[in-house]
């Protein structure tokens, strides 16, 4: 059985899911963006050269295309997700007494997507109390047997979405020190410098 912290790990995970479905809309919409600014070349450049010195163009236009079709589904599908993880996440706040600031504090930043400075402008109240409260909505939601069925449905999910996260992180780390890695540790240093000599 999974402990507390790790129930609350999920729990969060579960009320983010609107995040990541928007986030990932965001790129969809970047890349559409960006195969119609081709498209858009592409239709320019057809304008000004002949139509047999433009056979190639053609073939990448008719590409260009082809993704803009299939990027406009994925973002048709992600606007569903997005709706569906709406109704995720309020079914999961319905367990939250109505009229209470927990509630209210999880609406704003599950639902709204409001950033903590602007939730505890909004309520008003410090950021630190503002996330006892959110704390404190979360040890009742732990509380609730049905969250609890939830979460350990979802646990599977949310381990593979967080080593997922751990992989990409470690990635963008190692890309981030490049050839500028600094030793770890004053062994490795000792070992840097004897080798130098």
């Known amino acids: 059985m999974i402990g507390k912290n790790e129930q609350a790990e999920i729990l969060k995970y579960l009320l983010g899911q609107i995040y990541r479905a928007e986030k990932r809309k965001k790129q969809l919409d970047d890349r559409l963006k960006e195969m119609n600014e081709r498209k858009q070349s592409?239709?320019?450049s057809n304008r000004y050269i002949s139509t047999k010195r433009n056979h190639g163009k053609n073939a990448g236009a008719?590409?260009?295309l082809f993704r803009i079709t299939e990027i406009e589904d994925r973002i048709y599908q992600q606007k569903q997700e997005i709706e569906n993880a709406i109704v995720q996440v309020m079914n999961?706040?319905?367990?939250l007494p109505l009229n209470t600031i927990e509630r209210e504090i999880c609406?704003?930043?599950?639902i709204d997507l409001k950033p903590w400075s602007m939730i505890s402008a909004e309520i008003p109240m410090s950021r630190s109390q503002v996330n006892r409260r959110y704390n404190a909505a979360i040890d009742a939601l732990l509380n609730?047997?049905?969250i609890r069925k939830l979460i350990a449905k979802h646990e599977n999910e949310y381990l593979q979405w967080k080593m997922g996260r751990k992989f990409y992180n470690q990635k963008k780390?190692?890309?981030k020190m490049g050839g500028n890695r600094k030793p770890e540790?004053?062994?490795e240093k000792n070992t840097?410098?004897?080798m130098e000599k």
């Not at 999961?92 to 367990?95: G, N």
């Not at 609406?107 to 599950?110: A, F, P």
Request: no cysteine; glycine share 0%; hydrophobic share 25%.
């Open 42 to 44: 592409y239709n320019e």
């Open 62 to 64: 008719a590409f260009v």
């Open 92 to 95: 999961i706040i319905e367990y």
């Open 107 to 110: 609406e704003l930043r599950h």
């Open 144 to 146: 609730n047997k049905k």
């Open 173 to 175: 780390e190692s890309k």
């Open 185 to 187: 540790n004053k062994s």
């Open 192 to 194: 840097e410098k004897k």
